[in-house]
């Protein structure tokens, strides 16, 4: 008896022990989790956005010697709502004597963003002590945006550092640019980043205003921009160019923001619970991708019943997006200088996974070992075209959309300020909702007996509710992806998947109950 008591206490010892240490663990975790996504609601508080005008624009419009229309159309602007002018700067020259000519250009509190570009075949570093030296009485520069494919120096980058270094200057990060040597300026002086946007003079040129104030207002309410370069339009008058620049500041306080100088913010971040180096962050956000989804997936097909399944799993869903959100919440990651890498392996993996938890080898085998006909041809290489297009068009580098699509992804924009993914709300929610309740109701719908084309066809759709298991994972895995870019912020990122939730499930019942009617009418087909 003193033996069987002894061996109790000890395993309750044990379990205590246990218990104890998950608990640990589980409550530091959520720590962790609350910390990274508080971290990142405050960052994402800042609502000042910088407007810079391309200074070369504006003297290519008014020419070098009209001073007086440059001074008002400025003067005006700057009333608008632009804070900065970029000025193009050759660093063979003095700088002081680029900033003299700009002075009785510039009206009082318009900033200048410098924009070094050397002339080529130029020996400018052997003088590169004397003509940077700013001009104390001129027009304050507050930040340095480098021209070219390369920043200024490039590979040798001491000069430049040191002089952003002793002036203090911001650097805007401009999305999308591949510049060589600004990586390495970030990772010097990453207190010093802020979140740009700018179209090139191939784009402008190209463009409309319509089209160009929509991609403005996109990349600050949805990537966490706060630095706009806006460049003028070449074919459009100076008025016109005016009214732009006004419209775009109108709609960015229409959308909450404030136009006014933007300040670097990454100082401002709060001490990490756990300093975890970028790399492991990248690790566990790229396990978490993949592991998450298929975990709720595999107890949502094994474990849970099929009604309600489509909630648990979404639940798993939403509970891994907010610890890979929090895993992400570094500067690094919501400045764009660090991405989330393995977009595409996070996407294909966990299908590939539900693939063979929903069907066994040897139907796969078996599938794959069966005539070829015309209609499995067609429909595999509609599948393979699917599957090639969800790959190519997730993550960093994309298709681009045709026109059609740009104008419905406008047309939702519009509708509801941000725009759900075609992926959760058109494929996978719907799809996973039929999947579910065919498997509810023992496999699929009750099937015409005939042998016609019409027949086959609805045998070969709905015999099985697996596939419609599989193509429902990818809603899942889209909304993964949604918070695996860490530029977006939360609040965009939540109203995405939420409207993209209810309208699927909206499409989902509406295609159940027009199956459950079609079904009724179907039994009589040859």
Not at 192 to 210: D, F, M, Q, V, W
Not at 219 to 236: D, I, N, Q, S
């Amino acid at each position: 008896m003193k033996t069987t008591l002894r061996s109790w206490i000890g395993r309750s010892r044990s379990w205590t022990a246990r218990g104890a240490a998950i608990f640990l663990v589980a409550f530091w975790a959520s720590l962790f989790v609350v910390h990274g996504l508080l971290s990142r609601a405050l960052w994402e508080r800042d609502a000042g956005v910088e407007i810079c005008l391309d200074g070369s624009d504006v003297l290519q419009m008014f020419g070098e010697d009209d001073v007086d229309g440059t001074r008002i159309f400025l003067e005006r602007l700057a009333e608008a709502g632009v804070s900065s002018v970029g000025v193009y700067w050759d660093p063979g020259y003095r700088l002081r004597e680029r900033l003299e000519e700009w002075a009785p250009r510039l009206p009082d509190g318009l900033a200048v963003t410098l924009r070094p570009e050397a002339a080529p075949f130029t020996d400018w570093q052997s003088r590169w002590d004397r003509t940077s030296r700013p001009w104390s009485k001129g027009p304050a520069v507050r930040g340095v945006l480098f021209t070219g494919a390369s920043v200024l120096g490039y590979p040798d980058l001491s000069p430049v550092a040191s002089w952003i270094s002793t002036n203090a200057f911001y650097l805007p990060w401009m999305e999308f640019s591949r510049q060589r040597g600004l990586a390495e300026l970030a990772r010097r002086f990453p207190h010093r980043l802020i979140r740009g946007h700018g179209l090139t003079e191939e784009e402008i040129a190209k463009s409309n205003p319509r089209v160009v104030l929509a991609r403005f207002r996109r990349a600050v309410r949805e990537r966490g921009v706060r630095f706009l370069y806006v460049r003028l339009f070449p074919g459009l008058s100076s008025r016109a160019n005016a009214a732009f620049v006004v419209d775009l500041a109108t709609a960015l306080r229409a959308d909450g923001f404030r136009t006014e100088a933007a300040q670097p913010r990454s100082g401002a971040w709060p001490r990490a619970l756990a300093p975890l180096p970028t790399g492991v962050r990248q690790a566990l956000a790229l396990l978490l991708a993949i592991g998450g989804p298929w975990l709720g997936f595999f107890l949502a097909v094994r474990r849970w019943s099929p009604e309600e399944a489509p909630l648990r799993l979404m639940g798993v869903t939403l509970l891994t997006a907010l610890v890979l959100g929090a895993l992400l919440a570094t500067p690094d990651f919501l400045m764009g200088v660090a991405v989330f890498r393995g977009v595409k392996v996070a996407l294909v993996v966990p299908l590939l996974a539900g693939l063979f938890l929903l069907f066994q080898a040897k139907e796969i085998r078996h599938f794959l070992h069966e005539p070829i006909t015309v209609g499995r041809l067609g429909f595999g290489l509609i599948a393979l075209g699917v599957l090639g297009v969800y790959v190519v068009r997730s993550g960093n580098d994309f298709l681009s959309a045709s026109g059609i699509e740009l104008n419905v992804r406008g047309a939702l924009e519009s509708l509801f300020g941000v725009r759900p993914r075609f992926k959760e709300f058109l494929i996978g929610h719907p799809l996973l909702l039929v999947g579910f309740y065919l498997k509810a109701r023992g496999g699929g719908f009750r099937l015409p007996e005939g042998a016609g084309p019409a027949a086959q066809t609805l045998h070969f759709l709905f015999h099985d509710h697996r596939p419609f298991l599989l193509a429902g994972l990818i809603g899942q895995l889209s909304v993964i992806n949604t918070f695996c870019h860490a530029h977006t912020p939360l609040s965009v990122s939540f109203l995405r998947v939420y409207h993209g939730l209810w309208i699927g499930a909206l499409l989902g019942g509406t295609l159940i109950h027009l199956l459950r009617w079609a079904e009724r009418r179907w039994q009589n087909l040859p």
